[in-house]
């Protein structure tokens, strides 16, 4: 049933999430338009503010019995995860539901085996991006629908290999940061250390930096 909202005076409104969209966000349909609401489940009460077509949450009244704790404390600012907060195995339905609904959506109906989830500390390539600030240079990703950088110190996804050196990255970062736009740092942890390709380097760049960089 679709959920209708109850604004307060404060323009907050109380809603129940029907299900998880495609790309990880609750949703919930209102006046025949779906809203998505990061980091909610399906099934819980919340309490959002609207903007346009998008909505930001404010509170979970009813949390979901799916609902865990996630493991990131960069979480709740991070645009890079999306479902930490959703327990194993309901994880692993959502994600063979795509595939299902994707060949059914294609007249096609074959046997979908169980997901295979890959084990945390073991994605081997990461793309970070980094920005000279007042307060010193962010190193991470982009935090959800937006430009700004939030600074990671972890991140569990990641292999060891690449978050031991996410402090040398940030300090190789310091003199090739450009003042405007970022740099972007891909990163790939291979048998012998880590592969670094690097762009948009600043045009100040001294080529005793980037030399020291290389």
């Not at 960069?74 to 194993?88: A, I, K, V």
């Not at 736009?181 to 012998?192: C, H, Q, S, W």
Request: with cysteine.
């Amino acid at each position: 049933m679709p959920a209708i909202p109850d604004a307060d005076a404060r323009g907050a409104s109380t809603v129940v999430i029907e299900r998880l969209g495609s790309k990880g966000d609750g949703q919930v349909r209102i006046d025949g338009a779906w809203i998505s609401v990061p980091r909610t489940l399906a099934g819980e009460e919340v309490r959002i503010a609207f903007d346009g077509d998008q909505a930001r949450l404010l509170e979970i009244v009813t949390p979901s019995p799916d609902r865990m704790i996630p493991v990131c404390p960069h979480f709740d600012r991070c645009g890079s995860c999306s479902l930490q907060h959703l327990s194993d195995g309901p994880y692993r339905t959502f994600k063979q539901s795509l595939v299902i609904n994707a060949l059914k959506s294609r007249g096609l109906e074959p046997h979908v085996e169980d997901t295979w989830v890959t084990p945390p500390g073991t994605r081997r390539r990461m793309s970070l991006a980094a920005r000279r600030t007042k307060a010193g240079v962010q190193l991470g990703f982009h935090s959800r629908r937006s430009h700004d950088i939030v600074d990671i110190s972890t991140c569990p996804v990641a292999s060891p290999e690449i978050t031991r050196k996410l402090s040398a990255l940030k300090e190789l970062a310091a003199p090739l940061a450009p003042l405007k736009g970022e740099m972007v740092l891909k990163v790939t942890a291979m048998p012998n250390g880590l592969d670094l390709h690097v762009t948009n380097t600043a045009t100040f760049a001294a080529p005793h930096d980037v030399m020291m960089a290389g």
